[in-house]
């Protein structure tokens, strides 16, 4: 929700089309890629035919292989939701697994409130919402434990895909008969599960008809500095040029171990209760993440935290500095002010911060808690063993906004918090593994449309991402890029306020007509 300002910035720095920012809440976790939510109306819902259908909140089950690499140790039940309100026999089935969430907050994702809804309505398809393994209430195991998690990988995730549209029956008319041999079918993802739909294109050709991915983070990367790039590149130029100064006050002051400038910097921002500097340059961070929860909106609002964030730094009885901010002192004061008089509470409620902030305590509460339905744990699993994508300090030469205190052993260290019985010792995830297995940057594969936003601080991890080549055969392949943010061309309304992301999502549903045209059994 974006002060006029930084609205104002916005469209300068970027050229954008006349749009306002608005915030959308439980985006992110310490920076947690997700799509945005979308919750389906409680209304009823009628076919083609007016023959009314079952509510969209209808939970179904699928009998999922708990591993597929040894089918004898039964099934688990998978959840999904589905709706047919489009459907003509010969239609498409039109596939979404929301990723790294509960899925039941995501089904507006079946309606034409999103991509998948349009392109079933276009297509006359039908909707499906698939939970992932591990999130909500689809698990394998009853227990989110480092052995019951040996069992979510990337590839289990995959098979789970392929395995659940070649034999699942749906209940809408000849829904025995729609596998994919039978019936084409779309994949459809955004953030990881966008990245997850071009994985299976690649590791399952056939399955799938066609694919969209949106935002989707195709090349797993360790050190995920680049994620700060758009932020820094795209917030007001008088916020970045202060946050750097403190950030730059920080690390100096580290490397000269100078424990009294330190001492006094966490004391400005009421952090005097973190025990070690990488936690508190940590803490520092999560005022960036906030940028992740911006989605285009109709209206400037005034409360986004990113928004109060920069305010506190740069508005001063209602003059705004300019580029060059208003300098390290006056920075240290009103960030730490905003921090000790707004955001610790809002963050951290009544937590002392090593308890709110701290990661030295492996006994903490958090690190331990297996139980079900809990999507940072589950996440943290994925990213500790196969993707990375620690945010963390950008090399020297390079403008910061994030110290480069943090690297990422400060991340896996917390990996051996989370999981001691598989992470003995710190040590690196396996993207390089990933990458040459699912192919990254440098996948390729037929009938694939991949959609990514300018000012996503994911960008960096996309097709869209600086410095990438561009897939050749652009009529199979086709990367397109709107002004949006994360995952923005997945949510129809967004293309009612933001016209290059409506550019993209026509580009999207005209490739799907032209490539489900050509299906055959």
């Known amino acids: 929700m974006a002060s006029s300002w930084l609205f104002k910035s916005l469209l300068a720095s970027s050229a954008m089309s006349s749009v306002s920012l608005a915030s959308i809440p439980d985006v992110t976790f310490r920076g947690r890629a997700s799509i945005p939510k979308i919750s389906a109306s409680k209304g009823p819902v009628y076919d083609r035919n007016g023959t009314l259908l079952p509510a969209l909140d209808t939970v179904y089950y699928f009998n999922q292989l708990i591993d597929h690499n040894n089918p004898g140790l039964g099934t688990f039940q998978q959840r999904y939701w589905?709706?047919?309100?489009?459907y003509k026999s010969g239609g498409p089935i039109v596939l979404m697994t929301p990723g790294e969430a509960n899925a039941e907050d995501y089904t507006g994702y079946l309606t034409t409130g999103a991509i998948n809804g349009l392109i079933a309505q276009q297509e006359n398809g039908a909707t499906v919402?698939?939970?992932?393994r591990f999130f909500g209430f689809s698990n394998p195991r009853d227990n989110l434990a480092s052995e019951s998690l040996e069992l979510l990988t990337i590839q289990q995730a995959i098979d789970d895909l392929a395995y659940f549209a070649e034999n699942v029956d749906f209940l809408i008319p000849g829904g025995d008969q729609v596998k994919p041999h039978q019936a084409p079918w779309v994949l459809i993802g955004g953030s990881y599960s966008g990245a997850l739909t071009s994985w299976t294109m690649v590791n399952k050709p056939g399955v799938f008809w066609?694919?969209?991915?949106?935002?989707?983070?195709?090349?797993?990367?360790?050190?995920?500095?680049?994620?700060?790039?758009?932020?820094?590149?795209?917030?007001?130029?008088g916020?970045?040029?202060?946050?750097?100064?403190?950030?730059?006050?920080?690390?100096e002051s580290d490397a000269h171990g100078n424990a009294t400038a330190l001492n006094d910097l966490k004391s400005a921002f009421g952090l005097t209760g973190l025990s070690h500097i990488d936690d508190f340059a940590s803490a520092l961070r999560t005022n960036l993440f906030d940028w992740q929860k911006y989605q285009p909106s109709k209206e400037i609002q005034h409360?986004?935290?990113?928004?109060?964030?920069?305010?506190?730094?740069?508005?001063v009885t209602g003059v705004v500095a300019g580029p060059s901010g208003r300098g390290l002192d006056h920075a240290i004061i009103a960030w730490?002010?905003?921090?000790?008089?707004?955001?610790?509470?809002?963050?951290?409620?009544?937590?002392?911060?090593?308890d709110c902030l701290g990661s030295h305590d492996p006994t903490f509460g958090y690190y331990s808690d297996t139980s079900v339905n809990n999507a940072d744990r589950?996440?943290?699993?994925?990213?500790?063993?196969?993707?990375?994508?620690?945010?963390v300090g950008p090399p020297e030469g390079q403008p910061a906004i994030v110290s480069r205190?943090?690297?990422?052993?400060?991340?896996?260290?917390?990996?051996?918090?989370?999981?001691?019985?598989?992470?003995?010792?710190?040590?690196?995830?396996?993207?390089?593994?990933?990458?040459?297995?699912?192919?990254?940057?440098?996948?390729?594969?037929?009938?694939?449309?991949?959609?990514?936003?300018?000012?996503?601080?994911?960008?960096?991890?996309?097709?869209?991402?600086d410095g990438v080549n561009k897939p050749t055969n652009v009529d199979l392949q086709p990367v397109y890029e709107s002004n949006g943010f994360h995952c923005s061309d997945l949510v129809t309304e967004y293309g009612s306020i933001d016209p290059t992301i409506a550019k993209v999502q026509a580009a999207g549903l005209s490739y799907m007509k032209t490539w489900l045209s050509e299906w055959k059994a």
């Open 405 to 465: 205190i943090l690297q990422p052993t400060y991340a896996e260290r917390e990996c051996v918090n989370y999981f001691p019985q598989a992470f003995s010792a710190p040590r690196p995830p396996t993207t390089q593994e990933t990458n040459a297995k699912y192919g990254g940057w440098n996948l390729t594969v037929d009938r694939l449309f991949s959609a990514n936003g300018l000012l996503d601080p994911w960008r960096g991890a996309t097709m869209s991402a």
């Open 239 to 251: 916020c970045a040029a202060d946050v750097e100064a403190v950030i730059a006050y920080l690390d």
């Open 378 to 391: 589950s996440w943290l699993w994925i990213v500790c063993n196969q993707v990375g994508f620690y945010q």
């Open 303 to 315: 409360g986004a935290l990113f928004s109060q964030f920069c305010d506190a730094l740069e508005n």
């Open 210 to 237: 066609a694919g969209y991915s949106s935002s989707g983070v195709v090349e797993a990367i360790t050190d995920f500095y680049d994620y700060f790039t758009p932020i820094r590149k795209y917030m007001p130029a």
């Open 82 to 86: 589905t709706t047919w309100q489009f």
């Open 336 to 354: 730490g002010a905003f921090w000790k008089n707004t955001y610790y509470k809002s963050i951290c409620g009544q937590e002392n911060a090593d």
């Open 129 to 132: 919402l698939l939970e992932h």
